[in-house]
């Protein structure tokens, strides 16, 4: 057994999530943590394949295939659906608690609408290597998710290319000072980083995402030309702050500490990690992803 989990491990590590260890940020009003239950504890969702599906290999995976989705470390139980997150014709897990996205290895991304699905259940994070599911090997299969019914009387589920999207967004973010911004800027960055999110999840047809890439290299366009991501706007982000100089320069203000309001302003994670307010109470049902531009200073 120890011999077929090394196999396994071999051809699945190219696949891992080898994303940087999370870290703690620290805002006025807003924390971002590392995983609740100090990753001692995780989520996993079992289903079986509702009919036959055929690989990008061209492999069929017949009706009944067990299939598993990971949650990670939540402090209640996931809802049971959960649409845009994808179930895993093979997945392996277990190591040092905490370091689920370094560790846990797998792929062939299966749609929730092809999926019979149970109800959640949390295990402990084991320590040593267990692998959940174990359908395939093949690389063509474990790092895809365009699989499609053999009969096709059953439903599908498109499949969109992202690469152009990716591509967009890395430009996006890496081109952008987001410290220095405008309000209406600051909320298309706020409905860009949403919509980049739910593009990213299963069964999102490729004209949406063809939409939301062209809105994006609009918007940096624009930004490179006149400063601000949207056309149109003359509003400095820093208009608000010139604005209570001059009033406080008069003598005739006077500002109550008590009530002064804090400035909202986008940065961009370097880790992945959860996102929680100063309370306490976590404001992201998963863990954000490096690169995600997160509001602070004001509403999550």
């Not at 090394?6 to 080898?18: H, P, V």
Request: glycine share 8%; charged share 20%; hydrophobic share 30%.
């Amino acid at each position: 057994m120890k011999k077929n989990k090394r196999i396994i491990f071999a051809t699945m590590a190219a696949l891992s999530l080898a994303a940087p260890m999370t870290a703690v940020f620290n805002f006025d009003n807003v924390q971002t943590v590392s995983a609740n239950h100090q990753g001692t504890k995780v989520w996993l969702q079992y289903g079986t394949l509702k009919y036959a599906l055929k690989g990008p290999s061209g492999r069929v995976y017949p009706a009944g295939t067990k299939v598993v989705r990971e949650m990670g470390a939540a402090d209640t139980k996931p809802n049971i659906s959960f649409p845009g997150r994808p179930f895993n014709l093979t997945w392996m897990i277990g190591g040092i608690p905490n370091n689920q996205r370094l560790q846990d290895v797998g792929g062939g991304q299966i749609a929730e609408a092809y999926v019979n699905y149970e109800d959640w259940q949390e295990i402990d994070y084991p320590s040593d290597n267990v692998v959940l599911v174990n359908n395939t090997s093949d690389y063509t299969d474990l790092k895809s998710s365009d699989f499609h019914p053999v009969d096709n009387n059953n439903p599908d589920v498109p499949v969109a290319n992202t690469d152009k999207l990716d591509d967009a967004f890395a430009h996006y973010t890496d081109d952008i000072n987001f410290s220095k911004l405008s309000k209406a800027d600051i909320d298309l960055c706020a409905k860009i980083q949403k919509d980049y999110n739910a593009a990213k999840g299963m069964g999102v047809p490729q004209s949406t995402v063809d939409a939301l890439t062209k809105e994006i290299n609009d918007a940096v366009a624009n930004y490179k030309k006149t400063g601000h991501l949207v056309s149109g706007n003359s509003n400095s982000g820093n208009s608000s702050s010139s604005s209570n100089s001059s009033n406080s320069n008069s003598g005739s203000t006077t500002v109550t500490p008590g009530k002064r309001k804090s400035k909202s302003r986008f940065v961009k994670l370097r880790k992945a990690s959860y996102q929680y307010t100063h309370k306490g109470k976590r404001v992201s049902k998963k863990k954000l992803k490096k690169g995600a531009i997160v509001k602070i200073n004001g509403k999550t």
